[in-house]
Nanobody
Framework: VQLVESGGGLVQAGGSLRLSCAAS????????MAWYRQAPGKQRELVAA???????TYADSVEDRFTISRDNADNTVSLRMSTLKPEDTAVYYC?????????????WGQGTQVTVSS
């Protein structure tokens, strides 16, 4: 099982970016899918999460600016980020709780850099 992210990059403050993450491998089912981020010198933090039923959770700092969505048929999760701020600069990681033939496990993507210039 692996998670592969795409969509990071450099954007000016006020701009938008869309991150995508695809899970692949011997997947039986996926529970929660989420995006985390880690800025230099800071701990990794939850940005947004979405349950298999579509219930979403957001960090206060991104509420009303970011939107998480998932496609259960394709095993993908996306994060639409708008009105970006310099403090959103971080490496963004996809996370999923996945059942494979080996059982349930927590999986992480390799991370994608998002840089917001002022």
């Amino acid at each position: 099982v692996q998670l592969v992210e795409s969509g990071g990059g450099l954007v000016q403050a006020g701009g938008s970016l869309r991150l995508s993450c695809a899970a692949s491998g011997s997947i039986l089912s996926i529970r929660t899918m989420a995006w985390y981020r880690q800025a230099p010198g800071k701990q990794r933090e939850l940005v947004a999460a979405i349950s298999v039923g579509g219930t979403t959770t957001y960090a206060d700092s991104v509420e009303d600016r970011f939107t998480i969505s998932r496609d259960n048929a394709d095993n993908t999760v996306s994060l639409r980020m708008s009105t970006l701020k310099p403090e959103d600069t971080a490496v963004y990681y996809c996370h999923a709780n996945i059942e494979s033939f080996a059982g349930w496990g927590d999986y992480w993507g390799q991370g994608t850099q998002v840089t917001v210039s002022s």
